[in-house]
Structures are given as C-alpha cells and as structure tokens.
C-alpha cells in the first residue's frame, strides 16, 4: 500500500519536509507517480521502527557491529574503537540499531512467475500483510535481483541489504524487526536483546 507523503508524515509524527528528507536520503521507498511522490507503507512501518539521530556508520562500522553481534568479535576495527563501539551496541535500541545498519541499504523487490525457482531459501518471516518476506543480503543488490528476476517495487516482499558483511543473521533479525509483522518483529527483537546481553 502506498501513501503521499503527507499521510506518512502523520503516521511518522514528523513533518512532510522530514519525510521528503528520508526519500531524498534513501530511507523511504517511494516511486514518484503523476510529478507526486508516494512512499511505501512498508518503508513508513520500518521508519517508524527505526529511528535514531546523528551520522549514519559508515560500512567499516556497521560491518564490525553485525560481527560484534554475531560472534563477539570482529576483525573490521581495533582497540578502544571497537571497545567504544561494544558498550554502545550494549544499550543501543534495536530502533536506533535498525536506523544505522540498514540506513539507505535496503530495497524492496517483488518476485515475478519468471523468478520461480530461482530464488534461494533464506530467512523468511511474515509481513504486516500476513505475505512471506524474504531477506537476503548481499555486497550488490542489483545483481541478485537479476540472477533472482526480481523486479524492483516499493511494496515488495523480498528485501535485499547490499551490505558486505559474514553476520547475515543478525542484519536478517534486524530486516525483520524493521519490516516484519508484530510478531515476527517481536521474535527478532527478542533475538537482537539476546545477542546485545551476550556483549556485556
């Protein structure tokens, strides 16, 4: 379902210049129809489940947090840097943790009757529409969609993160906290506390 983003400024609690922002920025799917911009309701969803201020982490950074959460560990930075980065990612929200890592990294695809069996089995959860979603993440979005013939669209059910990184689950917990149903969020917020408690 798509909305003007004046609608989804309202369900945002911010203003449509903000919400014109986040398009511009990347952080909303959105496609532009009649000179009008209309934004996905699923991107609104994810945007109102993250949230966060200041700079987006750069790739190195978001890369040794996934790692961080995944094993503990990560070879991306060294010393006090990813000591500073440990404790932040122990009281961090997944909101705010939501808003960094996928950032403008993320896109949505709809499969098409030609992607049959092409696409692999991945993490799979329901979203707000009760319809599978599907996460993969990749170093380069374009070119699994391709492989996957998947066609870009903004209320799509399969969701690439171009992000290079070995903790796939983690951005997966994340991708579905962001863009999954209640329940399915909630089962992927549970899991990311659990991974945070394990850092301290």
């Known amino acids: 379902m798509e909305t003007a983003t004046r609608t989804a400024a309202s369900q945002l609690g911010v203003s449509q210049r903000q919400v014109q922002r986040m398009v511009r920025a990347g952080r909303l799917a959105h496609r532009d129809v009649a000179g009008r911009t209309v934004v996905s309701g699923r991107a609104v969803l994810a945007a109102s489940r993250s949230r966060g201020r200041g700079r987006s982490w750069d790739e190195q950074t978001v890369r040794a947090a996934c790692d961080l959460l995944d094993s503990g560990s990560t070879s991306a930075i060294s010393g006090s840097q990813r000591s500073r980065l440990r404790a932040r990612l122990r009281d961090l929200s997944a909101a705010e943790l939501a808003y960094h890592v996928l950032g403008s990294r993320v896109s949505l695809w709809r499969s098409t009757a030609a992607s049959g069996d092409t696409i692999a ?35 799509g059910e399969t969701v690439l993160v171009e992000l290079e990184t070995s903790a796939g689950a983690v951005v997966s917990d994340i991708v579905v906290y962001a863009y999954g149903d209640q329940r399915s969020s909630s089962a992927a917020l549970e899991r990311l506390r659990e991974r945070q408690e394990k850092l301290r």
């Open 121 to 155: 089995e991945g993490d799979q959860s329901l979203t707000s529409t009760g319809a599978t979603l599907r996460v993969a993440v990749t170093p380069d979005a374009n070119t699994l969609a391709r492989q996957w013939r998947l066609i870009e669209d903004v209320d």
